[in-house]
């Protein structure tokens, strides 16, 4: 992993998966606590600092993850490692991406100690995700991640981007960004991040978790959403210049396609033209789209001198 800076691991070099290590012992109110006042560690907002202290949480997680043993896991914020504990018995290896110098410190500790024999199947890595670089010979096939609450549409969007390798991802984060991924043309939470996301892959609510499973509790229940990658629309435009007929279809969300996308177009007469030419009704609006239909328009934008 050239770039990176991963802590000073004794990682696996034969290329086969270790033999597995047992079950974990799982983080609860009290480990967390004390994990967190040995690194004199208070939770930060900022950070999006939430830690599971549920056991049956992590472990829904991961059922619900569908993952193979032979998948290589990128988990981002792994913070005190509650979710780390959990996959590392399931899968070939997790690469944990942890902004936090502490708790980056104290990951490897708390897996020797919790699930001895593991240590061998994880990759730290201090740095922020959206600045990841991933280069080496096992690149991520899953991402599972208690995702910050206030970064996780960028992370997920800016992941799936950069890892092309990623097939398959279950993500925890807030219920109504949850909503918002998973959401279909038409319906009320359906918006950019929905339209974004289904550029990549198909996107579906996989469970909601409540407050209460966390240290400190959010003021907002979570949920699951799971990802299946596949390919994008067969177009002739780029993703980014998809990506800004969306943005701009959805920047005025009451208007109709020929108003809001008078700006993209130079002028609602010319997005008249370009919706017409891609079969789109110019008096509809954005959220009843789906990405295929918002390809065809990205390929009509005129010429301008």
Request: aromatic content about 4%; charged content about 20%.
């Amino acid at each position: 992993m050239a770039g990176l800076r991963p802590l000073p691991l004794h990682l696996t070099t034969s290329g086969t998966p270790a033999s597995s290590p047992g079950p974990a012992v799982l983080l609860g109110a009290t480990d967390i606590r004390a994990l967190a006042a040995s690194i004199d560690l208070t939770p930060t907002k900022t950070l999006g600092q939430n830690f599971v202290i549920d056991g049956g949480t992590v472990q829904r997680i991961v059922r619900t993850a569908r993952l193979r043993p032979d998948d290589v896991v990128l988990e981002i914020g792994p913070g005190l490692g509650s979710l780390t504990l959990a996959l590392l018995p399931n899968v070939r290896r997790v690469i944990a991406v942890e902004i936090d110098a502490r708790l980056a410190e104290l990951l490897p500790s708390t897996i020797a100690f919790r699930l001895p024999g593991a240590l061998e199947r994880l990759t730290v890595i201090h740095r922020d995700a959206m600045n990841l670089d991933l280069r080496g010979d096992e690149y991520p096939t899953a991402i599972v991640a208690n995702l910050p609450y206030n970064v996780a549409v960028p992370v997920l969007l800016t992941m799936l981007a950069r890892l092309p390798s990623v097939r398959r991802v279950l993500i925890m984060v807030q219920l109504e960004v949850a909503a918002r991924l998973a959401a279909k043309p038409g319906e009320d939470a359906y918006g950019v991040p929905s339209v974004k996301a289904a550029w990549y892959g198909s996107a579906r609510m996989a469970g909601t978790i409540g407050r209460l499973v966390f240290w400190p509790a959010p003021r907002v229940d979570s949920g699951l959403v799971a990802l299946d990658r596949h390919d994008p629309p067969q177009t002739t435009a780029t993703r980014d210049e998809v990506f800004a007929v969306i943005d701009a279809a959805f920047g005025q969300r009451r208007k109709t396609l020929r108003a809001a996308l008078a700006g993209w177009a130079g002028s609602p007469a010319l997005a008249e033209i370009a919706l017409r030419e891609a079969g789109i009704d110019p008096s509809a609006r954005g959220e009843t789209l789906d990405v295929a239909q918002f390809a065809r328009i990205a390929e009509q934008r005129p010429h301008q001198e």
